[in-house]
């Protein structure tokens, strides 16, 4: 358990004329040793990876942290191509995915030559399109990856990039490090220019050389084209490098956002890696939002942090029971994905 629970929450849940999931001890009194709580486990799909990097604009050097949605008709993927860049997918049925041609991005004005159909390192420089390519002795010429290249005469438009450093420019949407972008569907805006919107890394403050940037929103009506909310200002500062997750919860009338929080120590040595959820009552675009609480693992003690820390927190309300997926960074160990339930929403068990 996260935090502890308010006074007399545990009551008000349990007398509740609402379905109760017991995915959890939290309303149960007590259980006969006949009976037994058992989990389905998921299982992967045959057919995978579903998603594979077989166009020549998707570098080989990041992962592509993928964000999925269904709109009503089809699965959403947005996902990284390059480091710094966002791509779009769609699928009918979530397993088997279709890369469309938005025609948004000129390949050859910004990563390839158009002659030769190679990658130019300078484009390619400017456009970050290898993980940590600042450092441009670290591609060439000691570049272990094989260089891109595009058939000569392939379409420069022909892709399915709907943001990039050089497009960035023009919408005036500056998604940081990439990684951190979560796009979700909103129902409860009235406002159909702002359905859909965009958690992501807007800017990054002094002393900070790569990530760890304030979180920006931008929005869209069809889940393609964004313009930045508030004028590019933060709702809140960082870190937004992770997957930054924004919910509504119909049962409490507000929104809620998870974001990844840093806790410092005493000596100043190194961060603690934690997370947050803020909540704001008011539906649409705000920036309004007030810290409702954070915590760091240290269920095992205080010493828990060198070794394990939370990373992500995603999460969906069903039945009025808020269901989390937490990634948790370990050391010395694979990072694993962690099941957590919560139904007063700020303290997760």
């Not at 909310?229 to 919860?249: C, E, K, M, V």
Request: a negative charge; glycine letters at 8%.
């Amino acid at each position: 358990m996260l935090c502890r629970l308010r006074e007399g929450q545990r009551a008000n849940v349990i007398n509740a004329s609402v379905t109760v999931l017991l995915v959890d001890d939290y309303a149960i009194h007590e259980m006969d040793d006949n009976l037994r709580r058992v989990f389905t486990s998921a299982s992967k799909v045959q057919d995978h990876p579903v998603l594979q990097r077989d166009s020549p604009w998707e570098s080989t050097t990041n992962e592509i942290s993928p964000c999925v949605l269904h709109d009503g008709s089809q699965f959403r993927m947005y996902y990284r191509p390059w480091d710094q860049a966002l791509a779009y997918a769609v699928s009918n049925d979530g397993v088997h995915w279709r890369k469309p041609e938005l025609r948004f991005y000129n390949l050859y004005e910004n990563l390839f030559e158009e002659t030769t159909g190679q990658l130019d390192l300078a484009k390619a420089a400017k456009e970050e399109f290898f993980k940590d390519e600042g450092r441009i002795g670290a591609i060439v010429p000691d570049f272990k990856v094989p260089l891109p290249t595009v058939p000569i005469g392939y379409p420069g438009l022909a892709n399915n990039i709907i943001w990039s450093k050089a497009l960035g420019n023009h919408s005036g949407v500056h998604l940081g490090q990439g990684y951190g972008v979560n796009i979700v569907l909103d129902h409860h805006d009235p406002n159909p220019a702002q359905r859909y919107k965009a958690l992501h890394e807007c800017k990054t403050p002094k002393g900070y050389q790569w990530t760890n940037g304030e979180l920006c929103m931008s929005v869209s009506e069809d889940g393609l084209h964004f313009q930045p909310a508030f004028g590019g200002r933060s709702i809140a500062d960082p870190a937004s490098d992770t997957w930054n997750h924004l919910t509504y919860d119909t049962s409490q009338q507000r929104y809620l956002l998870y974001t990844r929080s840093e806790f410092g120590t005493e000596e100043g040595w190194r961060e603690i890696r934690g997370h947050r959820t803020m909540s704001s009552p008011r539906v649409g675009v705000t920036a309004d939002w007030t810290l409702e609480a954070e915590w760091f693992l240290d269920r095992e003690g205080f010493a828990e942090k060198d070794r394990r820390q939370i990373y992500t927190l995603t999460s969906t309300v069903y039945h009025g029971v808020h269901i989390g997926f937490v990634g948790v960074l370990q050391a010395s160990e694979n990072s694993p994905i962690v099941f957590y339930v919560s139904v007063p929403q700020y303290c997760w068990q």
